[in-house]
């Protein structure tokens, strides 16, 4: 009976034994799965915050090389320049109105020797003017520069001059002959009471001998804004 009660105690112990030793694989197990779902997640995370940086500096390139590819095509476009001579300001207005309307630069072409309204009067015949007029090796007026500044960025040039005697103003004359004007498009305009553009532009265009010379503008002295807005709209540049 002894025997018997002693087996049956170990029996009891070695039960609760392996009662125990289950219950702490069981516990083992469950902290190996929490730690690789901890891990996989943190792995995942990290995959995502990559794809998400990834991602961010593509969108970032992208945008780079859009505003990049904007400034290229604006300087493929190149500037407007507003070349003019103004002997009593109706070519300045005029000058100043095609700027507004296409953004351009002016350019002022300035006589060393600037005209006196004596200078320009045109019913004396013993005017500067009237003289230079009979005598045409006395017309290379010299100015104080004929220098445009990164004159090889620019794509359109609108010229503006007072009509002489059917012809452009001759200060004009020293800036043309002074620059190359190989693939640029040039406008040329004029201001009169009564003469028209006539053969103006066409000898402008001759004496320069280079670029794309387009038919020109004649306005009327006080003109309104508005029409050389609709002129410049006009010409589709």
Known sequence: MKKAVTLFAAL????????????????????????????????????????????ETSEAESAEESESSAEDAGSAEGK??????????NTEEVANYIANATGGELFELEPVEPYTSEDLNWTDENSRVSVEHENPDQRDVEL??????????????????PIWWGIAAWPVDTFVEANDFTGKTVIPFCTSSSSELGESGQL??????TGEWLEGMRFRSGVDEEDVTSWVESLGL
């Open 204 to 209: 402008l265009a001759d004496l320069a001998g």
């Open 144 to 161: 104080v520069s004929t220098s445009v500044d990164d004159w090889d960025s620019v794509s359109t040039i609108y010229i503006g001059y």
């Open 12 to 55: 009891a112990v070695m039960g609760m034994l392996a009662g125990c030793g289950s219950s702490s694989d069981t516990a083992d197990t469950q902290a190996d799965t929490v730690q690789q779902t901890a891990s996989e997640t943190e792995t995942e995370a990290e995959t995502t915050a990559a794809e998400t940086s990834e991602e």
């Open 80 to 89: 407007t320049l507003v070349v003019y001579y103004s002997a009593t300001g």
